[in-house]
């Protein structure tokens, strides 16, 4: 059963990187059917799409964050990390790494979720 | 960007009755090319992140209880839970994949017991 799991910092500085690692288990990164996303949630709010990436390395990017976004992948680690520079307290989330589908941008496997707070 | 609109914002129903929830893009996400309306449902239970329950609008994921159901076609959508369960307790989000260089999701609806 595919498994991802997010890692990286819960709490950054203002103005600096926020860095997350998303593992998956149970299944093959190397797939030409699924792309690799970012999904963020800011406390009490709804769903945000950040960025995603394929195993060679296509990616796309939410318009109002590309600007601060970087997506890359290591299928030799099975992972694929979210880079987000210059950061405020308005990208405090809980941030989703997700599977999704290649052939329609829809997510059917979610991590659990990782808190990062921005605070000094 | 294609907004998505839910409604309501919340909902309490009673055990075993019917929950429906809206959803509505701000253009069409019906394609032509294959007559398929390129929307997703996802339950969250508190404390969990999203489950997929629906893809191409009505098309159930696995695993879905039937008890859900998925509609609509071209701006309006409906989600149903045709008798509510105490493990239905949830918010429920609509994402549109029409416009795939800007995913985007509605508001949610948060579904609870009355």
């Known amino acids: 059963q595919l498994q991802l799991q997010e890692s990286g910092p819960g709490l950054v500085k203002p103005s600096e990187t926020l860095s997350l690692i998303c593992t998956v288990s149970?299944?093959?990164?190397?797939?030409?059917?699924?792309?690799w996303a970012w999904i963020r949630q800011s406390p009490g709010k709804g769903l945000e799409w950040i960025a995603s990436?394929?195993?060679?390395?296509?990616?796309y990017f939410n318009p109002s964050l590309k600007s601060r976004v970087t997506i890359s992948i290591d299928t030799s680690k099975d992972h694929f990390s979210l880079s987000l520079k210059s950061v405020t307290a308005a990208d405090t989330a809980v941030y989703f790494c997700?599977?999704?589908?290649?052939?329609?941008?829809?997510?059917?496997?979610w991590g659990q979720g990782a808190l990062v707070a921005v605070s000094s | 960007d294609i907004v998505m609109t839910q409604s309501p914002d919340s909902l309490a129903v009673s055990l075993g009755e019917r929950a429906t929830i809206t959803c509505k893009s701000s253009?069409?996400?019906?394609?032509?090319?294959?007559?398929?309306?390129?929307l997703a449902w996802y339950q969250q239970r508190p404390g969990h992140p999203p489950r997929l329950l629906f893809y191409?609008?009505?098309t159930r994921a696995s695993g879905v209880p039937d008890r859900f159901s998925g509609s609509g076609s071209g701006t309006d959508f409906t989600l149903t839970i045709s008798s509510l369960q105490a493990e239905d307790v949830a918010v429920y989000y609509c994402?549109?994949?029409?416009?795939?260089?800007?995913?985007?999701f509605g508001g949610g609806t948060k579904v609870e017991i009355k």
């Open positions: 997700a599977r999704e589908i290649f052939t329609a941008s829809y997510f059917d496997s």
């Open positions: 149970g299944g093959s990164i190397n797939s030409r059917n699924h792309y």
């Open positions: 990436i394929s195993y060679i390395e296509s990616t």
């Open positions: 253009q069409t996400i019906l394609s032509s090319s294959n007559n398929q309306n390129y």
């Open positions: 191409w609008a009505s």
């Open positions: 994402q549109q994949y029409f416009s795939t260089r800007a995913l985007t």
